[in-house]
């Protein structure tokens, strides 16, 4: 997960959010929750993409991350395989998108 680039440009400086995520994760019975809209550019772009574009900066390492949550629903990524976290995170995809990312995780197999 990327909270500071844009493919390989800047646009915001590393800070709260792998603090959150590290902190939530190592506190007694604490989660870490990603909470992000489905879309963004007003709709005309997918939050949930196959793959970070080229260059970006991992934010969230995927082992500090244990929900996903959109307004479609809560993908719980915790212990599951990349395929599973991947379905997971597709069913919480906004739906204009999903069929674009169940199409891009069939051939990524």
């Given amino acids: 997960m990327t909270a500071e680039s844009l493919g390989a440009c800047q646009v915001a400086g590393i800070g709260g959010q792998f603090d959150f995520v590290l902190g939530a994760s190592r506190s ?5 929750i990603i909470a992000l ?3 963004g550019r007003d709709g005309a772009v997918s939050r949930i ?43 919480v995809a906004h739906p ?5 990312l169940e199409r891009a995780l069939r051939t990524s197999s």
């Fill in 49 to 91: 993409v196959p793959q970070l574009a080229a260059g970006a900066a991992v934010t969230t390492p995927r082992y500090l991350t244990d929900y996903v949550v959109t307004e479609q629903g809560a993908a719980r990524l915790r212990g599951l395989s990349d395929r599973a976290r991947a379905t997971a995170l597709v069913a």
């Fill in 37 to 39: 809209p489905s879309t």
């Fill in 28 to 32: 007694a019975g604490g989660v870490s």
């Fill in 96 to 100: 204009q998108y999903q069929g674009e």
